[in-house]
T-cell receptor
Framework: DAGVTQSPTHLIKTRGQHVTLRCSPISGHKSVSWYQQVLGQGPQFIFQ???????GRGNFPDRFSARQFPNYSSELNVNALLLGDSALYLC???????????FGPGTRLTVL | AQKVTQAQTEISVVEKEDVTLDCVYE???????LFWYKQPPSGELVFLIRRNSFDEQNEISGRYSWNFQKSTSSFNFTITASQVVDSAVYFC?????????????FGQGTELSVKP
């Protein structure tokens, strides 16, 4: 079975721009989570969606938003990009809320 | 508040040595889950193990073993007879209970370098 997929792999944006990152979960998984990983640190939780409803939100500004579609894929949107948003954005899926989460390869975002 | 501490930032060993990665957690929940993930240079986090708070039995999987001790809030990971392919950053993580949505709280990671 295919694992979690994310697109794009790499992205370069300038300050103030908007970005949309995409994630497709493992087939059959209904929960998708988003994490931000700054270089040299552990991933930080941004959002979790389960059955298309937001079930958790981390300590991130309102510039960050997400949604989950009927096919359980998900988008993470970041508005008004700042230099500090440069990071690896990881998507994870799981079959139930607290089961093990399987991660995708990530999208590396660079904000210039 | 929930917190995970991995005090070892970097560890360097020679191949075939045993190595233990430490993880200490803090939580007020009585039901919680602990995880270990491996992040090779490619960047993708690879799931290694999940443990729930009611199961303190140690686990062994090949060269990997995990020691969970609630009394000291620790969930340590040992690699026996390390290999160069074990070189990666290893993360310990804590998951809040079901009602909190199951988000993962990660430690800072331990970078393991295994030299031939």
């Amino acid at each position: 079975d295919a694992g979690v997929t994310q697109s794009p792999t790499h992205l370069i944006k300038t300050r103030g721009q908007h970005v949309t990152l995409r994630c497709s979960p493992i087939s059959g998984h209904k929960s998708v989570s988003w994490y931000q990983q700054v270089l040299g640190q552990g991933p930080q939780f941004i959002f979790q969606y389960y059955e298309k409803e937001e079930r958790g939100r981390g300590n991130f500004p309102d510039r960050f938003s997400a949604r989950q579609f009927p096919n359980y894929s998900s988008e993470l949107n970041v508005n008004a990009l700042l230099l500090g948003d440069s990071a690896l954005y990881l998507c994870a899926s799981s079959s139930v809320l607290v089961n093990e989460q399987f991660f995708g390869p990530g999208t590396r975002l660079t904000v210039l | 508040a929930q917190k995970v501490t991995q005090a070892q930032t970097e560890i360097s060993v020679v191949e075939k040595e045993d190595v233990t990665l430490d993880c200490v957690y803090e939580t007020r929940d009585t039901t919680y889950y602990l995880f270990w993930y491996k992040q090779p240079p490619s960047g993708e986090l690879v799931f290694l193990i999940r443990r729930n708070s009611f199961d303190e039995q140690n686990e062994i999987s090949g060269r990997y073993s995990w020691n969970f001790q609630k009394s000291t809030s620790s969930f340590n990971f040992t690699i026996t007879a390390s290999q160069v392919v074990d070189s990666a950053v290893y993360f310990c993580a804590l998951s809040e209970n079901y009602n909190q949505g199951g988000k993962l709280i990660f430690g800072q990671g331990t970078e393991l370098s295994v030299k031939p």
